[in-house]
């Protein structure tokens, strides 16, 4: 046999009463989110119970339900009665006036303007606001010289590194003008080198990469008499 139907009415017994409140408020609760799962909607649900306890669902938030049910509210009464309409967006510049003066006062508080209505405790409160300011202005400047001394930092170790490598080609060009000269000098002699040089000056090298450079010139010592009348001979000599 089938269940018989049940009258809808107030259960008196206190028992059966809540036991059954249980039950169907369980059953509501289950198909309030399936109907938000299946059907994508945005779903909230509150009961009371008889002796004044709140049961509550929602599929998102309750604040947002009751948010948006308020806003969609006050729209629909909004399009079906002009009168509501106009002291609606009355009500919406008021607000945004308050709002506004809020701000402006605000700013100048924070600018140490209009300081005399304060007492301690909202003066503290400024105080605590320009301290968390001010250190995140801190913060933040902190940040941007960090990172120019890193990039300035890269900058001297990149020039650092070129100037490595061109003094590691000028010592190698050095040495191979010392090596070439050499070749020279025992191919044709000291005589035939020094006759054939474009300039009347003898050259010789002397590497020493921890003593610095300094260039002279010395008179080559007199031979014999067939020579004096020669002009003399000087050479070119990188002394340390």
């Given amino acids: 046999m089938g269940r018989g139907k049940i009258v809808i009415r107030r259960i008196d017994n206190s028992t059966s009463r809540q036991v059954t409140f249980s039950k169907r408020r369980n059953g509501i609760f289950k198909k309030a989110k399936e109907l938000a799962i299946l059907c994508d909607a945005e779903v909230g649900l509150m009961i009371f119970s008889s002796t004044g306890r709140l049961y509550e669902y929602s599929s998102t938030s309750m604040n947002s339900v009751i948010d948006r049910y308020g806003k969609t509210k006050e729209g629909q009464q909004v399009v079906t009665n ?38 301690v405790k909202e003066l503290q409160s400024i105080e605590n606001q320009l301290e968390v300011s001010l250190r995140g202005v801190r913060t933040k400047k902190d940040q941007i010289l960090f990172d120019e001394i890193h990039e300035l930092n890269r900058k001297g170790s990149l020039v650092h590194q070129e100037n490595t490598e061109l003094y590691k080609k000028i010592s190698m060009i050095g040495k191979e003008n010392a ?52 002009a003399p001979k000087l050479g070119l000599q990188l002394n340390p």
């Fill in 82 to 119: 002009p009168n509501s309409e106009l002291k609606f967006w009355q009500r919406e510049a008021a607000s945004l006036r308050q709002q506004l003066h809020n701000l402006q006062e605000n700013h100048r508080q924070l600018m140490g303007e209009d300081l005399s209505g304060l007492n």
């Fill in 179 to 230: 090596e070439l000269y050499k070749k020279i000098y025992e191919a044709e002699g000291p005589s035939e080198v020094n006759r054939d040089s474009p300039t009347p000056y003898n050259f010789a090298v002397v590497e020493n990469r921890n003593v610095p450079m300094q260039l002279g010139l010395s008179t080559l010592p007199q031979q014999d008499d067939t020579e004096q009348s020669a």
